[in-house]
Structure formats: C-alpha cells, structure tokens
C-alpha cells in the first residue's frame, strides 16, 4: 500500500520525524528554498499536513493542495490555521490538547511564584554576594490569600486555577458564560471588573480573532501597580505595547511572559526592566509532554488514513460530514 502524502511544515524531534516518515511519505517543505513552487510542483500530492499552531495554513495555501484532507497541528493553539476556511474545503484540522496542559499550568505558576517571591533577583543577590555585603533581602507577600484572576477557563485555565487553589489562592476567573468548575470559583463576566478585583491575572485564553488584544491598557491598570500578570497563552491575546507601558510607569507591578509578539525576537524594552520574568515560548516544553503531543499529532493522521475519525478534531462537524460520506 502506498504510503498518504503528508506535507511537513516544520521538523519535529528525531524521535517523531521517524515515525512519521514510517507511516507516511513526507514532504518536508521547509527544505525547499522556494516553498510556493514547491507547493506549485507537489501540492496535487499532498493529502495531510502535519503541522504546528503558530505556523500559517491560510486559504490560499490550501488552494494549493486540491487533495488535502486533514491539517494535523503539533500544539493545544492553531491559530496559525484558517479553520473556518479549512471546514469550508472539507479539511479536517486536530491539534493536541489536554496532554500538555498540567506543564503549561505549572509554568503559569512558575512565573508567578518567581515574580511575587523574586527569584531571579534574590538568586542574584546570593550569587554576587550582596547578601553577605548588604544584608537581609526585602520582604513579599504571602501568596496564600491571594485574589487570582484567570482569563479564560479552557483546559489550561482550569490546572492554573487547581494549583493556585492548592496554594490556598482564592479563584476567579472571566469566561463568556460560567463554566463547570470546583466549588467557590467566582465567575466574573466582565473582564475588567476580574482585573480590578485580582491580584493576580492568568491570561489562558485561546487566540483568536475574538480575543486579539482581550487583555486591554484598562485591564492592566484595574490590575495596578501591586498586580501582577502572567501570560502563557499567545502574544497576540495581550496589547503587548501598553504591557510594556504599564510595566516602564509603574501603572502594572509585574508580569510573568512566555509569548512575545514577533518571537523569538523579542521588543529590547522587555530587556531593560526588572519587574519581568520571561521565559521563551516553553509551557510545554517538558519531554513528557513533548512526547505524548508528537504521538498525538501521528496518531490523529493514522486514524484518519485508517478510515477512524481523529482523536482530537478542532472541526468536529467535517469529521462527521466525512464520515457519513464514507458510510453512504
Ligand atoms: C507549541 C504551543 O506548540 O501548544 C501550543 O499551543 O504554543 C506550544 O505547545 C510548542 O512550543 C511547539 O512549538
């Protein structure tokens, strides 16, 4: 049996480049030097892609592709894909949640623990020997007791909020309606009235066009300058610019970030100040994780070329419409 024709956007680790390459016959478009007649050349082959959120599947590039049937994405985000359009050809989009979202919470924490107990500045202090030379180091608060706000209550929202209130942190959160979530998080409807009454913001939102820019100048400021905010979602959901105003005036105490507009370039005004902890687009970045989503995003594709639907299909209704296609 031959092989299904899979476009690769991006390599994956060793271990997942195998696989797939055992399952599929790939074409690995980031070799080529010229990708659109690449894609001129071998779009009529290709009848998967396996790709990763942040990287762009637009219309026109489906166009390209007559044949393609399923975008398969390695990450929880896939706002690099046009989905409405995808749907609208018939193509079936999957991304991997779930199995990354206890390591992209524990980041959110992370970041928060590191900024509300100074970690990287008290490490420093040790280091340099400050300690010895200018004494005891100054005092934070106690983050049981805190007000946690957290935008968004997806997957990853719901294991920021469960550590948090392990930590003893009061939970609320923004969400368009109120969720099934743990007894006594507070639901608050309006985003700004959440940021004004948190200490702390968790930004999990999925990026969209609905959420571009969702966390607003206001909402940093509500939050003020004893808040902080912690960004593990997708630059775009933050207005990046009046973050880097709010964090250089004082309007905002801190922000913990792990995604940057343009990255992994990142605005040299972040560089310059001491109220941020920055860590390189890396949530999921534990190997476990790594793992089971390069395993997922095969999976996915396997299943569909085995006539099964996906296990984890962004566009469920075209799933369902190809498969009551096969069965007639
Ligand atoms: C990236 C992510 O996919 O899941 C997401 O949405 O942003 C990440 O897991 C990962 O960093 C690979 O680039």
Same mark, same amino acid.
């Given at each position: ?93 999957? =991304? ?89 998080? =507070? ?77 992994? =370039? ?63």
């Amino acid at each position: 049996m031959p092989k299904p024709e899979v476009l690769q956007l991006r390599p994956y680790s060793e271990h997942d480049n195998a696989e797939l390459e055992r399952h599929f016959e790939l074409f690995r478009i980031f070799e080529a030097e010229d990708s659109s007649s690449y894609l001129a050349q071998y779009g009529g082959r290709i009848r998967a892609i396996a790709g990763r959120g942040d990287l762009i599947v637009d219309r026109q590039m489906m166009a390209a592709m007559p044949n393609l049937e399923i975008i398969s994405v390695f990450g929880a985000g896939y706002d690099g894909i046009d989905v409405e359009a995808a749907s609208e050809a018939g193509i079936i989009v999957t =991304n991997t949640p779930d199995v990354l979202s206890g390591d992209v919470a524990d980041l959110a924490v992370a970041l928060f623990m590191g900024l509300t107990r100074d970690i990287v500045s008290a490490h420093d202090y040790v280091r340099s020997g400050d300690w010895s030379r200018r004494g005891p180091y100054r005092l934070f608060r106690r983050i049981a007791g805190q007000r946690a706000g957290i935008v968004g209550l997806g997957r990853i929202g719901l294991e920021i909020g469960r550590r948090l209130h392990a930590l003893g942190m009061e939970i609320s959160y923004w969400s368009r309606m109120a969720k099934d979530c743990p007894e006594g998080w =507070n639901w608050v409807g309006d985003q700004h009235q959440l940021a004004s009454e948190s200490q702390a913001l968790f930004v999990a939102l999925a990026a969209n066009e609905d959420t571009y820019q969702f966390v607003d100048r206001r909402m940093m400021e509500a939050l003020g300058p004893d808040g902080v905010l912690v960004n593990i979602s997708r630059a775009m959901t933050v207005d990046e610019e009046a973050l880097l105003d709010s964090l250089e005036n004082g309007k905002l105490g801190g922000a913990g970030i792990d995604v940057f507009k343009g990255e992994p =370039n990142v605005d040299p005004r972040f560089h310059r100040l001491e109220n941020v902890i920055m860590h390189p687009h890396h949530g999921s970045g534990t190997i476990e994780s790594r793992k089971e989503m390069g395993e997922l995003v095969i999976t996915n594709l396997k299943a569909h070329f085995q006539g099964q639907s996906p296990l984890t299909p962004v566009n469920r209704e075209v799933v369902g419409l190809r498969a009551s296609q096969r069965a007639e």
